[in-house]
């Protein structure tokens, strides 16, 4: 496996791949990699010849008052999974080898990308959506591999894909578990026994939708509701939201169908 941190021997190692018939996949992620993260690079190593793995924590999708400067960082340790996995090549370049000192030019979706997640954090999908499109030039790959756990990003990425004809197949993969049910992430890292034990609300909220559906209710509201109250039952977690809504277009639901 290589460890490149600059953009023009990205494009040699990858147009040596390209030269030799191999079919290329990508798959970005801000490090710190855990279970969820290896369980789209072994996709992308099973459906493709030759694995990116990028490792950039990309100061545009955060805003101001974010976690930025606290984001948990490990390359080394990363190097090392992506190594054993048997990805080829980790892309980690510096702040200033991605965008030099005087970027200016930003790709943005309107649209899906002002509700949920978009609402709460301002300017956070155009850092990720110029960050992708980076990405996605500097190495063309055929197939790109995200995870549904960021599933307004997969739409939002999807639109992007369709809007702009880009040459790529964004592949969407399951989100990968703790055995509670608390969805791997590397912000768990922030969370101390008591807000661990806590974040469980989420996971269980998910569950009491489906088990309201499940026993046939339809109205959208009612389900809502419950889950809020669910949620506030837990003295530690504050609702940035709760919605429901249809999985492509992010339009919020009034009645459940299918
Ligand atoms: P991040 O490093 O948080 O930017 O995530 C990089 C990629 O890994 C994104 O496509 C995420 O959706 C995906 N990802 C993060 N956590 C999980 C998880 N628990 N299960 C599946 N995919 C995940």
Excluded: W
Aim: proline share 4%; hydrophobic share 40%.
């Amino acid at each position: 496996m290589e460890l490149i941190t600059s953009k023009q021997e990205l494009r040699k190692a990858v147009n040596r791949a390209r030269q030799e018939g191999k079919k290329i996949g990508l798959v970005p992620t801000m490090g710190y990699l855990h279970r969820g993260h290896l369980s789209l690079i072994e996709r992308a190593i099973k459906d493709t010849d030759f694995v990116v793995v990028s490792i950039f924590v990309n100061p545009l999708q955060f805003g101001a008052g974010e976690d930025y400067e606290e984001y948990p960082r490990d390359l080394r340790r990363d190097s090392k999974l992506v190594e054993e996995l048997g990805a080829d090549v980790v892309f980690a370049p510096s702040v200033e080898e991605m965008y030099g000192s005087d970027h200016g030019t930003y790709v943005e979706v309107f649209g899906l990308t002002e509700r949920l997640c978009g609402a709460s954090r301002p300017g956070h999908f155009k850092g990720v959506t110029t960050v992708v499109s980076k990405l996605f030039n500097l190495v063309q790959p055929d197939l790109a591999f995200f995870g549904q756990k960021d599933a307004q990003q997969v739409a939002v990425l999807k639109k992007m894909v369709k809007d702009l004809d880009l040459p790529v197949e964004i592949i969407a993969l399951p989100i990968v578990r703790e055995e509670d049910g608390l969805a791997l992430s590397s912000r768990n890292k922030y969370l101390n026994s008591k807000e661990r034990e806590a974040a469980l609300v989420l996971f269980k909220s998910l569950q009491l939708a489906e088990k309201l559906i499940g026993e046939g209710e339809r109205q959208a509201e009612k389900i809502r509701r419950q889950m809020v109250d669910f949620i506030n039952s837990e003295p530690l977690a504050n609702i940035d939201y709760v919605e429901i809504c249809s999985v492509d277009d992010l339009k919020p639901l009034k009645v459940l169908k299918g």
